[in-house]
């Protein structure tokens, strides 16, 4: 029996369905044998076919929350999910590091929903180059790679993970840029079907983190977040999946 587990925090929306940010992030966690902690980054209404609002969280209440959290628990690695914008990034992460400068941070940047509406505010997309380089890596999929690339970001700054669900040509298979190099990470079984689900990001984004606390390089963590995030997508045929290790 494990007498303790690792602590990982989610920095992240709140989704009632349980299928994406915060919830899914938690799920991740009792699953991969890390113990979650949760702050909300903002309050949305959606189910995983629609989304209807969304109320951010004030920077005031996610900074002491996260103080609170920190001082009371050695907290491993952070996964951050949807922010508003640069400045809520940069004074979250700066949040972090105070209470712990070792933690492993990973950026599930969420741009946009799949109904087009817009979190984060692309106005300070320029901004993101004093934030990247205290982030480990961050977890686009690959359109969100395309938009934040042509700012000029990721020269060397930190490392990314490029999703290849969205891809044309090679679909599935991710690309981690890591200290200059690139690394091609395939489906694990291409026989099997997997199927869209909603807050998969999340999901590979957390996974990464959980993996990452307890201990496992970069490339690895990414290579066994994916395995993960497979069994994820090929759990049902619905749009909610399954979470099982």
Not at 44 to 62: A, G, R
Not at 115 to 127: E, Q
Not at 173 to 179: E, P, R
Not at 203 to 226: D, F, H, M, P, Q
Request: proline share 3%; net charge neutral; hydrophobic share 40%.
């Amino acid at each position: 029996m494990q007498a303790q587990r690792p602590f990982v925090m989610s920095i992240a929306g709140y989704d009632p369905s349980g299928g994406a940010g915060l919830l899914a992030d938690i799920k991740t966690f009792e699953q991969l044998k890390v113990q979650g902690l949760g702050v909300c980054s903002a309050m949305t209404l959606q189910t995983e076919s629609e989304f209807f609002n969304i109320q951010w969280e004030s920077l005031d209440k996610v900074l002491s929350a996260i103080g609170v959290l920190m001082k009371k628990y050695f907290v491993e690695a952070v996964k951050i999910g949807v922010v508003k914008d640069a400045e809520f990034l940069h004074e979250i992460i700066r949040q972090i590091k105070l209470h712990n400068a070792e933690a492993k941070i990973v950026w599930d940047p969420v741009l946009k929903s799949t109904s087009k509406y817009y979190f984060f505010d692309l106005h300070t997309i320029s901004d993101l180059k004093k934030v990247l380089k205290e982030i480990d890596v961050i977890t686009p999929n690959y359109n969100e790679y395309k938009v934040l690339q042509k700012t000029g970001l990721f020269q060397d700054l930190c490392s990314v993970l490029i999703k290849g669900g969205h891809r044309k040509d090679k679909i599935g298979t991710d690309i981690l840029v890591d200290v200059g190099r690139e690394i091609s990470i395939e489906p694990n079984d291409k026989t099997l079907v997997y199927y869209p689900k909603h807050g998969s990001g999340c999901v590979l984004s957390s996974a990464i983190a959980s993996y990452l606390a307890k201990g496992e390089n970069l490339e690895t963590a990414c290579r066994n977040g994916k395995r993960y995030t497979e069994k994820f997508l090929t759990s049902n045929p619905t749009l909610l999946g399954f979470h099982s290790n």
